[in-house]
């Protein structure tokens, strides 16, 4: 599995690779909407870091990436419809990360927020806006930051 993950249970590492699908929901979902711009962009998003990414995180979005699309209906289908108890659900699960950052070591873990806070904003940019793109609507900016994660202060260089 991927190396950052070998401190981690079997099911912290499936809510990592869980997460950047939840993040899509969250943000796509937050107007009450997904649609499929903002699926099929996400979906993108996981195959671009496969190979642009920091080598240390392409592996993971291998991962990621294999069926996205099929992972990201069925998530959506096993979650409520309505959007405040469907961004409850996930924000529930999210809050998990808190736990399981710490344990993949400062560089890592801030690696990792940073690249789920990137996600968030290109799934929000993917939908709105001047021909659908660029704009961020009012209910996908109060989730964008994920405030249900702990920010991770990027650590400081070893001398």
């Known amino acids: 599995m991927i190396n950052q993950f070998h ?11 869980d997460s950047t699908a939840l993040i899509t929901v969250l943000i ?16 993108k998003l996981t195959k671009i870091r496969s190979y642009n990414t920091p080598e240390e995180w392409q592996e993971y979005y291998k991962l990621v990436g294999e069926n996205y699309a099929a992972k990201l209906d069925a998530l959506i289908a096993s979650l ?10 996930i924000s529930e699960r999210l809050t ?9 070591g400062p560089v890592h873990a801030y690696s990792f927020y940073q690249g789920m806070l990137t996600f968030a904003e290109h799934v929000a940019k993917a939908s709105g806006g ?6 961020i609507s009012r209910d996908e900016k109060k ?3 994920l405030p249900m994660i702990t920010p991770i202060d990027e650590p400081e260089e070893e001398a």
Request: hydrophobic share 40%; proline share 4%; net charge negative.
């Open 96 to 104: 998990k990360m808190n736990d399981i950052l710490p344990k993949l």
């Open 143 to 145: 989730w964008i930051g």
């Open 80 to 89: 409520p419809n309505d959007t405040d108890a469907r961004n409850t659900v």
């Open 28 to 43: 796509a979902g937050a107007d009450g909407d997904i649609d499929n711009e903002e699926k099929e962009w996400a979906a």
């Open 130 to 135: 001047f021909l659908r793109m660029g704009a």
């Open 7 to 17: 401190t981690l249970s079997q099911e912290e590492k499936d809510l990592m690779v």
